[in-house]
C-alpha cells in the first residue's frame, strides 16, 4: 500500500458528512483540485473497513496568522524584509474532497478519520464505478482521456450505453473559442469511438455539420502528434491515425461551377460529392426558409396541395391550365405557376381551386425564391446529389460542409438531412445500427431564447427522443448557458474545455465550488473537465491532439480552389473520375453547348460514376455537328471572353 | 474517584492552573555581578533598522502544564496535572519535531497522601499519583491549609516540569552539536550550565539584576542594544553568565517591553559570544510570536513548540 499523503480531519465547524471530508497534507504533496484520493477507515463497519473515495474540489492554505496586520508588523512593514525572517511560519494545506463512492455502500455515514492516499489506477476505476462496465466479458468503456495526479495516470472510459444509448446518450461540450479545443475534443472522442466501440452493439458512424472555417475539412489527413500525444494514444488503444473512411459533401457555388467548400484542392476531391436538391427534395421542408409571415394557413394549403397533387405527377389541363405539366423541377414549378396565373388573368378569375390568385401569387415568389436563396444548393433543374441514405458504411464519417453558406441554406440542409437520418433509422434501412450527428454553434441552432425554429425543434427531438432509434447529438457551443435547457439537460455527458469567467458566473455553474470554477477558467489544451452519469462528480483529463490535420495548416498545405470558369470546373470535376481527362478535349464540349446543359451532364456523369466518363459526359448532350472554325475561334478566345456556342452547318437561322 | 470516600468534583476558577498567574513573589531588583568590565554598561550588537541578523539556533526547548483541582477530599485539594516538554527543530526555515527524543508528556495526581485518610490502596499506590504531604529539606510537613496544599502541589508540577525540560536538554548536549534555545532558566542543570549548546532566554523580570546605577542602563537599552555580562548564580542552582538584550524597541512602552535575558555558560571568549547570541536572540524576534500575549519577547520558535505541546498534551 502507498504512504498516505494526508490525515482525515473534521472539526465541529466543518464536520465531515456522507458526500464531503477534509484532509491536510503536507506542503509538498501533489495533491490539487480535481486529484481523487482514497480515505482508509480504523474503525470496521459491520465487520468491514470503510474505504471512501473523494475528488478536491476545494483547498485551502493558512498559517497561524491570527491578522494580517501581525505580518506587517513583524517585518516592520517591509515585504523585503520578510525573506529574512529566521523562520517560516506554521502553514496547513487543507483540502475539501466530494465523495465519490463510498464501500461498503451501506450504511451510508459520514466519512471517518483516517489515511488519505493517492488513488491508482485500480482506485480510479472502482471511484468512478468504471468496474461496472470494463469488465472482461462486457467492455463497454470508450476512453475519453487520461487522469494524471502524482505518479497514476489513469485511463478515464465512458460507458458506451451511456454515450451512444440507449440507457442515457449525447454529448455537449462547451468551452471558450480557441481554447476549449472543442473540435478537437470531438475528432479525438470520434477516433475513439471508433476504435472501442464494442462489435456486438453494432455498427456506427457518424455525420458532421462544419459550420465554421476549415474545422472539419482534414478528417483523412495526418496531422501533427509529438510524443507526448502518442503516449496518450498508445495508453487508450488508440491508433493515432487519421480517419480511414471520411465522405464529404458541399453544395456548389451559387455560379454552380465549383463546390463551395474550403475542401475544393484538386488533391482532395476525391471524396467530396456535391450537394445539390431539387424541388422534390426541398418542398417538404419549405417551413425552414418561410418565416411566420409567409404561411398562413392560406399558403400552407397551397403548399401542401402542390406537394401533393402537383409535383411528381401528370397535372392535366383545365380551365386555365393551357396544357398538361409534369412540375419535377422548380422550373417546371414556376412554368405551371405561370401558365396558371396566365389562365385566371385571362378568365378574369379571383381564385384557382379554392386558392385565392394573391395567395397564388405568394406562393409562388415565395417558392420559386427559394432555388435563387439557395442557389448552388438548390438546382432549378431538379438534379439530385445526395448523401447516401441507405447505405452509410460502419466507421465512416460523412462530413456536410454548410461553413459557407448563407444561414438559410444551413438550415436548410441541416433540417433535411437530420430528418432523412431519423425517418431511416426508424425504419432500421440507414445502413448503420447507431449515428453520431455532430454540430458545432448549438447557441445559435438551438438558442435558450428567441423564437421557435425548425431546426431547433429538430435538435430538441434528437435531444429527447434519439437514443431510442440510435441518433446520438454531439453538440458544442461557447456558452452552455445560451442553449436550450432541454439539449443541453438531455445530454448524458458534458464535456467542458477552458470557460470564460462570465459564463461561469451563470447559474448553471454554481453546483461547482469556486476552486473548481477557477480550475474550469484555466484549463491548458487538452484538458478537459467531464461529467457522465457514472461519475457522482465532474473529473478532469487530458487528451491527446486529434491525429487529423487541424484546419489551419489544411487551408495552407492544400489551398481552396479559386472559382474557375465553366470549362476548368468541368475539366476538374470530371478528372476525380477519369484523370486521363484534358482540358482540351472539355474545351471541345463546352465550346458546343448551353452553360446548363453542361452542367446537368457533368451532374448526371458524376452521380452516374460510369466506367467510360468521356462516353457517358458525351452521350448527356443532343448531338451537334460542331462547325470547326468555330470550335478554333471559341478556343482561342476562352481566356478572355465567354464561349460562343456554334451553331450547327445547317442551322437555317445561323450566320 | 471511587477510591476517594467523601470526594466531591469542583470547578475550576478562572486562571487555576496558570503558573503565570499564580507568582505571590513581589518583584525585586537584585545588584548585578558584573564580569565583563566595571561597571554594566549598553553594548550595541545589531543594527535597530530592519535587516534582522541570521541565527545559529537550530533547536527551541520548551515546556507546558496544566494544573485543574478535580475534587476536594475533606477539604484537601486534589490536583490533575500534565506536564510536558518537547524540543522543535528547524530545518529549510521550518520547524519539526526533534527526532532524537520523543517529546514528553505525564500526567499525575498530586495528593497530600497524609491528609486523606480513606484513600484506597489502589489509588495510593498507583505511580501516577505524587504524595505532596512529605516534608521539605528543612524537614516541615505543609500545612493543612488548602491554599498551602495547593501551592505546594503547584511547586511540584512545577518541577515535574523543568525535570522533563532538563531530560530533553541534557539529552540535547550529548547528541547535537547546533545551540538550543531555552524558553527560560538552564541553571538547573550543571550539564545544560555549562554547556555551549545550552542558551536560556528568560521573559519575566521578577528579579530584575539592575540595582544601582544598572537600573538606568539596563532600561534605557535600546534595540539591538545588550547590557554587559553578570554572573547569575541562584541558591541551590548552577552560575551562568547573563545579559539582558533589547529585542524590540520600546519607545512609548513600558520599560521591560521587548527586554530578555540570556543565560549562557562561562566562557572564554564571553564578549564575543554575547554579541553573538545576541544577534540570534534578535533575529528569532521574526516572525512575530502574536497573538500570545507575550510576543514582545517571545521567539516563533517558542512558541511553535508552545502550540505542539498544547495539540499533543
Known sequence: ?655 | MAELPGASAVELGQNEGDPRSRNDQPPVLAAPSVIEGETLRAIRVAPDAAARPTSGFYGFLDGAQSVHVVNHCGGVPIVWATVSAAVRVRENRRLIAWRNRAPAVERRFYVPLRYVEDMGPTLRDDPRVVDTGRPDSSGAFPSRHPAALLERAMQKVQQDRETLEQRLAEAWIETEKSPLYVDGSITGSDAVASSRLAVGVIKSHNTLYAEGDAFRVVVGLEAGERSSAFRVAPRSRCPVASWYVRVRGAAGRDALFGLVRVEAAFTDDLAVRADEISRWVIAEGSPLALPDGRWDKMSYGIRDTEEFLRAIS
Open chain 1, 1 to 655: 500500500m502507498s504512504e498516505p499523503l494526508g490525515r482525515v480531519v473534521a472539526t465541529e465547524r466543518r464536520p465531515n458528512t456522507p458526500h464531503e471530508f477534509h484532509f491536510w497534507t503536507a506542503l509538498d504533496s501533489p495533491v490539487g483540485i480535481g486529484t481523487i484520493v482514497r480515505v482508509e477507515g480504523a474503525n470496521p463497519v459491520n465487520g468491514q473497513i470503510p474505504r471512501v473515495y473523494g475528488i478536491v474540489v476545494e483547498g485551502f492554505s493558512y498559517t497561524d496568522l491570527q491578522s494580517p496586520m501581525h505580518d506587517v508588523l513583524g517585518h516592520d512593514g517591509s515585504p523585503a524584509s520578510a525573506g529574512y525572517s529566521v523562520t517560516e511560519r506554521a502553514e496547513i494545506r487543507l483540502y475539501s474532497a466530494a465523495v465519490l463512492r463510498q464501500i461498503p455502500d451501506e450504511p451510508l455515514q459520514p466519512v471517518p478519520m483516517g489515511e488519505v492516499h493517492l488513488a491508482d489506477e485500480n482506485d480510479v476505476a472502482v471511484a468512478l464505478r468504471m468496474d461496472g462496465y470494463l469488465r472482461e466479458e462486457a467492455n463497454t468503456g470508450i476512453p475519453i482521456g487520461v487522469y494524471r495526479a502524482g505518479a497514476t495516470d489513469s485511463v478515464i472510459y465512458l460507458d458506451a450505453d451511456f454515450l451512444l444509448g440507449p440507457e442515457a446518450a449525447h454529448l455537449n461540450i462547451s468551452g471558450m473559442s480557441g481554447l476549449a479545443t472543442k473540435t478537437s475534443a470531438v475528432e479525438w472522442l470520434l477516433a475513439s469511438i471508433f476504435a472501442h466501440f464494442p462489435e456486438s452493439k453494432g455498427s456506427v458512424a457518424a455525420v458532421c455539420f462544419n459550420v465554421k472555417g476549415p474545422d472539419l475539412c482534414f478528417l483523412d489527413q495526418p496531422g501533427h502528434l509529438d510524443d507526448r500525444d502518442r503516449e496518450l494514444y498508445d495508453k487508450m488503444r488508440v491508433s493515432g491515425t487519421p480517419f480511414e473512411k471520411v465522405q464529404y459533401f458541399a453544395p456548389y457555388t451559387a455560379k454552380g461551377f465549383s463546390l463551395n467548400t474550403l475542401r475544393s484542392n484538386e488533391a482532395l476531391l476525391h471524396n467530396v460529392t456535391p450537394l445539390t436538391w431539387g424541388l422534390r427534395e426541398v418542398l417538404k421542408y419549405a417551413e425552414v426558409l418561410l418565416n411566420r409571415d409567409d404561411i398562413d394557413a392560406k399558403a400552407d394549403a397551397l403548399i401542401d396541395f402542390i406537394s401533393e397533387r402537383v409535383v411528381g405527377r401528370v397535372f392535366e389541363k383545365d380551365n386555365y391550365l393551357s396544357r398538361d405539366h409534369t412540375v419535377e423541377s422548380f422550373g417546371d414549378l414556376e412554368d405551371w405557376f405561370r401558365d396558371l396565373l396566365r389562365g385566371l388573368e385571362k378568365g378574369n378569375a379571383e381564385s384557382w381551386r379554392t386558392h385565392h390568385i394573391a395567395t397564388i401569387r405568394k406562393v409562388r415568389n415565395r417558392l420559386t425564391n427559394i432555388s435563387t436563396r439557395c442557389a448552388g444548393l438548390v438546382t432549378d433543374t431538379g438534379t439530385v446529389s445526395d448523401l447516401p441514405f441507405g447505405s452509410f458504411e460502419d466507421r465512416m464519417v460523412y462530413v456536410v460542409d454548410v461553413a459557407t453558406l448563407e444561414e438559410d441554406a444551413q438550415d436548410l440542409i441541416f433540417a433535411r438531412v437530420v430528418s432523412k437520418l431519423r425517418e431511416h433509422l426508424e425504419r432500421r434501412d440507414l445502413g448503420v445500427k447507431h449515428l453520431i450527428v455532430f454540430v458545432d454553434e448549438l447557441n445559435k441552432y438551438a438558442p435558450s431564447d428567441g423564437q421557435d425554429t425548425y431546426v431547433r425543434k429538430m435538435l430538441l427531438d434528437i435531444a429527447e427522443r434519439g437514443r431510442y432509434l440510435g441518433l446520438v447529438l454531439f453538440s458544442a457551443q461557447q456558452f452552455r448557458s445560451q442553449v436550450h435547457r432541454r439539449v443541453v439537460g438531455n445530454s448524458g455527458t458534458s464535456l467542458f474545455g477552458r470557460m470564460d469567467a462570465d459564463e461561469l458566473a451563470t447559474p448553471g455553474y454554481s453546483v461547482l465550488t469556486p476552486a473548481t470554477r477557477t480550475k474550469l477558467a484555466t484549463l491548458e489544451k487538452g484538458q478537459l473537465m467531464v461529467r457522465h452519469p457514472h461519475f457522482t462528480q465532474p473529473i478532469f483529463v487530458r487528451f491527446p491532439r486529434p491525429a487529423v490535420m487541424l484546419g489551419r495548416d489544411g487551408v495552407e498545405r492544400y489551398p481552396q480552389a479559386t472559382e474557375s470558369e465553366l470549362d476548368v470546373a468541368i475539366y476538374r470535376s470530371l478528372r476525380q473520375l477519369d484523370s486521363s481527362i484534358t482540358l482540351p478535349w472539355v474545351q471541345k464540349i463546352v465550346a458546343l453547348y448551353d452553360e446548363p446543359e453542361i452542367l446537368r451532364a457533368r451532374d448526371a456523369t458524376r452521380r452516374a460514376k460510369p466506367a467510360n466518363v468521356m462516353a457517358y459526359f458525351e452521350s448527356q448532350f443532343r448531338k451537334i455537328i460542331p462547325s470547326e472554325p468555330a470550335i478554333a475561334a471559341a478556343a482561342a478566345t476562352r481566356e478572355v471572353t465567354r464561349a460562343v456556342r456554334s451553331l450547327p452547318m445547317d442551322d437555317p437561322y445561323g450566320f
